[in-house]
């Protein structure tokens, strides 16, 4: 079971340099990159809602997102400034350095939410393999913008 949720990790990681691009390339030909990232969300969130009322969803369940902190609804705000920022970032940077450098600010701040915890994540605490992994990762992306 952990290698089908390894596999499935990998392939949504591959998904979001495809995505980078096809955004890029709307944000080109309409010459702004907000409206890029509004086109991709108004999409994905006709897709998500074509597939919770094809899999007859349960939407009683959003009434809980009423009992959330105000501050974790910014959870929107952030994937809208990810994917605004990889609309310009791509075609200035190429795919592949623009996604070594998010995977290694996502490693960082994934390596500091589990060491304390954040959002209820299970506590893993910092450790030297942990940081050699960073530093090899940020070793790939000066290899990567070298060359």
Same mark, same amino acid.
């Given at each position: 079971?952990?290698?089908?949720?390894i596999l499935l990790a990998f392939a949504a990681g591959m998904l979001a340099p495809i995505q980078a691009?096809? $955004?890029?390339?709307?944000?080109?030909?309409?010459?702004?990159?907000?409206?890029a990232a509004l086109i991709s969300f108004v999409v994905g969130a006709i897709g998500l809602l074509t597939?919770?009322?094809?899999?007859?969803?349960?939407?009683?369940?959003?009434?809980?997102?009423?009992?959330?902190?105000?501050?974790?609804?910014?959870?929107?705000?952030?994937?809208?400034?990810?994917?605004?920022?990889?609309?310009?970032?791509?075609?200035?940077?190429?795919?592949?350095?623009?996604?070594?450098?998010?995977?290694?600010?996502?490693?960082?701040?994934?390596?500091?939410?589990?060491?304390?915890?954040?959002?209820?994540?299970?506590?893993?605490?910092? $450790?030297?393999?942990?940081?050699?992994?960073?530093?090899?990762?940020?070793?790939?992306?000066?290899?990567?913008?070298?060359?």
């Open positions: 079971m952990k290698l089908v949720l691009g096809m $955004n890029a390339k709307i944000g080109k030909t309409i010459h702004d990159p907000l409206y597939i919770a009322l094809a899999l007859r969803t349960d939407f009683t369940a959003i009434r809980q997102g009423g009992d959330l902190h105000w501050a974790t609804w910014g959870a929107g705000l952030l994937g809208a400034c990810y994917v605004t920022a990889t609309i310009i970032l791509t075609p200035r940077l190429g795919t592949a350095l623009t996604f070594s450098l998010v995977v290694a600010g996502q490693l960082v701040i994934a390596l500091i939410m589990d060491h304390y915890g954040v959002f209820g994540i299970p506590v893993q605490a910092v $450790n030297l393999p942990r940081i050699i992994g960073i530093i090899l990762i940020s070793a790939g992306v000066l290899l990567i913008r070298r060359f």
